[in-house]
């Protein structure tokens, strides 16, 4: 019986059947007959297709036939729909739009990309042919977003995502009769949005197309939103919702009997292994999903990937090599739709004189063409690595450089925190061979980065950066700043249950045990950071008063005055950070560390130095975001800057525009 199917298939079929309902009624009540589980009637119609010969289908065998695509598809069963499609395909070219899109997809999600270019020509057709002009814009859109993919131009994904947009918000009669089509493109969007960081479209959409899926009773789609959810909550540092997501997404899985959607989502559960630092249980649910014969190319890619990753952390090159040769095959095979896999095999190649750095250039190609900023950020990453491998150093701090610049643009924290560990290492170690003092401020510039960040999202790797720092002071005989340094670890140890940390640190503290260990040698801060997986920031609303440009000398060259409540006198601020700056040299001794911020009843001051300039942010609190704002600001606007600081003044209006963009981007309350 058609009503005993789940409410997302009967919704499609309402269009396919209209004229010949009784048929349809009677040849599912033949096939399925009483059948309420979906696993045995996607099972029964399957067998039945199976064991039909080729020859002409009846329309009601269509219907029956699209209903089953629509279960397999939705469970991630692609050979099932490829199989049947290629069986009955010269009965089905030239109609029933569905059928054909089920194909398109499944052989799209398998990177049966030749495939995929055979029965495009098809769909647009069929299109073609439709009466409604409304009608055939949306669905040509939604063609041209199936295929941002096979063309890897995710430009062309996100054009069309935005034209879809406007059918997509308030969808009539001629979008909601192709029911699977929309579940298509809302799953696509989400993904999509989460792929290029748009928390705008990705919170606009995914509720609705949660609410959707629960609805409609599409388990398998709600399973792949779920795997979404726990990527979001992993970006977040919330592994508590990440387990709770993934503890559903695979109920859901396991309730349609859908083996791809499970392994999916253990996927993640890899990845939250090494967020907590566990590389090796990360390495048994790889290797085990790999023996898994349901694993697709895509998947297969990753976990290739991801498997080569860690044994690279681990610093076992033979293994390194042979998971990412396997890696580089199947890239290749399909046309590299991977730039991230040839640069980190560029890499590898490199490293081990194998080539002299083709590979890692080519994958940069692809990325470029593929837009893939992320992918770009690993290039001059890994370039960075190359090269500190190799003692050049000085040419390792620019290609870790430009990897920030990448990965704070995007506000990639893994890479971040990554780079900055590197940039610690680096620094620490130019300073200790030319005891040159500006190479100790960089130094301390990026452990203490380091810090903030990892205070706010409470990560023990604070800890390890702490014990950097206070090891640096006692390398410099500054006891005094170490043992407040050590103590301010034993208290964020303390406050977050960190209890074997808390003895650690007091152990160093009391028998002040030389730290030099935790700069130099295979306990580096760097080889500790790049254990773990990390998530975005966690996003706390600030709220912004004022931004200044202040000179060497103290005085304000530029203003922006956020607030229309409160008058804040520029020059009585930038007064008061000279003062303090001035007071610490006189005490401390210049240069011995750099103001970076004062917090004081409610208010802080977030501090960014470029040259002989200080971009100064006024807020309510200080967070990760706030400071990557102003050191944008700052990087954009010193060009200018540069020219007019002579002139002691700059146009208030000049910098207006810059600064409105940079801030009305991030999440910020203007009071």
């Not at 799209?108 to 495939?115: A, G, I, N, S, Y």
């Not at 726990?230 to 309730?255: P, R």
């Amino acid at each position: 019986m058609i009503s005993n199917l789940p409410i997302f298939v009967r919704k499609e079929l309402e269009f396919y059947q209209q004229g010949i309902e009784d048929s349809v009624e009677e040849l599912f009540t033949s096939v399925i007959g009483q059948e309420t589980d979906e696993i045995k009637i996607r099972q029964t119609i399957s067998n039945y297709f199976s064991s039909k010969t080729t020859g002409d289908l009846e329309d009601n065998e269509k219907v029956l036939l699209l209903g089953n695509f629509l279960l397999c598809y939705w469970s991630k069963e692609y050979e099932t729909i490829i199989e049947h499609f290629l069986k009955f395909k010269e009965n089905l070219l030239g109609e029933n739009l569905s059928i054909h899109i089920c194909y398109l997809l499944s052989v799209r999600d398998m990177f049966l990309f030749e495939e995929y270019n055979e029965i495009y020509q098809s769909i647009e057709e069929i299109i073609e042919k439709e009466e409604h002009e409304k009608s055939k814009e949306y669905l040509t859109l939604a063609l041209q977003e199936f295929s941002a993919v096979t063309q890897k131009r995710p430009d062309f994904g996100f054009k069309a995502l935005n034209e879809l947009l406007r059918y997509l918000s308030s969808p009539g009669d001629d979008i909601t009769k192709y029911s699977f089509i929309l579940d298509a493109l809302m799953t696509d969007l989400v993904n999509f949005a989460y792929t290029i960081a748009d928390d705008t479209l990705k919170d606009l959409w995914l509720d609705s197309a949660v609410q959707r899926a629960e609805t409609f009773e599409n388990k398998g789609m709600e399973s792949i939103l779920c795997d979404l959810l726990v990527s979001l909550s992993l970006k977040e540092y919330d592994i508590k919702g990440a387990n709770k997501h993934l503890e559903k997404g695979l109920s859901l899985a396991k309730k349609i009997s859908s083996e791809r959607l499970n392994s999916i989502l253990l996927l993640n559960s890899a990845v939250i292994e090494k967020m907590k630092g566990d590389l090796a249980s990360a390495l048994e649910i790889y290797k085990s999903l790999l023996k898994t014969s349901k694993v697709f190319t895509p998947i297969q890619l990753e976990i290739l990937e991801k498997m080569g990753d860690i044994y690279l952390l681990n610093e076992e090159m033979e293994k390194t090599i042979e998971f990412y040769n396997q890696a580089h095959e199947i890239n290749e095979k399909y046309n590299f739709p991977n730039p991230m896999i040839e640069i980190v095999y560029g890499y590898i190649n490199l490293l081990e004189g194998k080539d002299e750095g083709e590979i890692l250039e080519h994958g940069m190609k692809l990325a470029q063409e593929q837009f893939d900023f992320n992918a770009m950020s690993y290039y001059f990453f890994y370039k960075g690595m190359f090269h500190q491998k190799k003692v050049d150093l000085a040419t390792a701090v620019k290609f870790f450089e430009r990897s920030l610049e990448f990965f704070e643009n995007q506000v990639i924290l893994e890479g971040i925190l990554y780079t900055y560990a590197a940039l610690v290492d680096i620094y620490f170690e130019m300073y200790r061979i030319t005891d040159n003092n500006d190479f100790a401020l960089k130094f301390l510039y990026f452990v203490d980065n380091l810090i903030d960040v990892t205070a706010e999202i409470e990560h023990s790797i604070y800890i390890d950066a702490i014990m950097t720092k206070a090891g640096y002071y006692r390398f410099r005989n500054m006891e005094e700043e170490a043992e407040e340094t050590l103590k301010q670890g034993i208290e964020f140890a303390g406050a977050h249950k960190f209890d074997d940390r808390v003895d650690e640190l007091n152990v160093i503290l009391e028998q002040k045990k030389s730290l030099i260990q935790e700069l130099r040698g295979s306990r580096k801060l760097f080889s500790k950071i790049r254990q773990f997986s990390f998530g975005t920031h966690k996003k706390i609303p600030i709220i912004l008063y004022l931004l200044l440009v202040i000179d060497e000398g103290g005085l304000p060259l530029y203003s922006y005055n956020f607030s229309k409540k409160q008058d804040i006198d520029d020059l009585l601020i930038s007064g008061l950070i000279s003062a303090i700056i001035n007071f610490s040299q006189e005490v401390l001794g210049k240069g011995v560390e750099t103001l970076r911020s004062i917090i004081h009843e409610g208010r802080s001051v977030i501090i960014e130095r470029q040259d002989n300039v200080m971009a100064v942010l006024v807020s309510d609190n200080e967070t990760f975001e706030s400071r990557l704002q102003v050191r944008k600001f700052l990087k954009e606007a010193m060009g200018t800057i540069k020219q007019k600081i002579t002139a002691k003044t700059i146009d208030q209006e000049e910098f207006q525009p810059l600064v409105e963009t940079i801030f009305k981007e991030a999440p910020f309350t203007v009071e």
